[in-house]
């Protein structure tokens, strides 16, 4: 009796309709109970598919961002090579108005190493005796005077610094020819500075005045720039003056150079005789 009541009653559920609808009362609370249950799976499916597309995402924006740090890189080298071949275009077009202003034959070279210790200030150039390179032959730059060469083999030259050369060069202070202010230049022991000694104390040499070869010394022609005065000490006009100079040359950043093939005109030989000697004759004057 119990289970026909029982299966009456599930019946009557499953038949009873809504009164406003029509529809089953059973059907909408299972698709409610259906519908509380499904909301949480679709949720966290949805975030975890949301997950997965943002890191996607990601890595493509990853991708294009190194790809354009990689252009940005290539556009820098490409502008820096494009600078560094403007500059080299302005100094080689420098060294060739050498020619013009100098009227001597010159060697580019390029400097391929240097050699910056205490005991030699020298730099090494892509020159050699194969190119007509000699001994002592000078070296300059559109800057001015740059060294001598003293060491040669076929392919490469040493060249000896202005800054570090004890053998001395005459120099003048002023333009040659209508100053007075003559002297020997020699390097000083200290970076980038020359030193210029013999010049009286009587003559007034100023801060800022340009100094030049004289050609005297037998190695380097006369009317090249060495560079300007910084400092002038003198403690009497009846003793030589101590002249500090700077040399024109960028000698530390120097990376192309001119090599003057000039070679100095022989010195006349003096008669070591004594002049108007008389000869002895029979041991007797």
């Not at 499953?14 to 609370?29: C, G, H, L, P, S």
């Not at 494009?82 to 009227?103: D, P």
């Not at 060294?147 to 030259?157: I, K, Y």
């Amino acid at each position: 009796m119990l289970l026909l009541l029982l299966g009456n009653f599930v019946l009557m559920a499953f038949d009873a309709r809504q009164a406003n609808t029509e529809q089953r009362v059973i059907r909408v609370w299972v698709q409610t109970v259906a519908d509380f249950v499904q909301s949480p799976v679709t949720f966290v499916s949805s975030a975890v598919a949301n997950y997965f597309s943002s890191i996607s995402s990601l890595r493509t924006a990853q991708s294009e961002n190194d790809i354009l740090k990689q252009r940005v890189q290539e556009l820098e080298v490409a502008i820096q090579n494009g600078n560094s071949l403007t500059a080299e275009n302005e100094r080689l077009k420098g060294l060739l108005q050498l020619k013009n202003e100098g009227g001597y034959k010159i060697l580019g070279a390029q400097v391929i190493g240097r050699d910056t210790s205490a005991w030699f200030d020298s730099s090494i150039i892509n020159r050699g005796s194969l190119d007509g390179v000699k001994l002592n032959m000078p070296v300059v730059t559109n800057g001015g005077l740059v060294g001598r060469v003293t060491a040669v083999s076929p392919l490469t030259a040493q060249v000896a610094l202005i800054t570090k050369d004890k053998a001395g060069l005459g120099a003048v202070v002023g333009a040659l020819g209508t100053s007075n202010a003559l002297g020997v230049v020699t390097g000083s022991g200290k970076k980038e500075i020359l030193e210029m000694g013999y010049v009286p104390g009587s003559i007034e040499v100023k801060v800022g005045e340009s100094v030049y070869t004289t050609g005297q010394d037998g190695i380097y022609p006369a009317n090249w720039k060495l560079g300007e005065v910084i400092e002038v000490r003198s403690s009497s006009a009846s003793s030589p003056q101590q002249i500090f100079i700077q040399p024109s040359a960028k000698l530390s950043s120097m990376q192309e150079v001119a090599v003057l093939l000039y070679e100095p005109p022989p010195r006349p030989e003096f008669d070591k005789s004594l002049p108007n000697a008389a000869k002895k004759v029979g041991g007797k004057q």
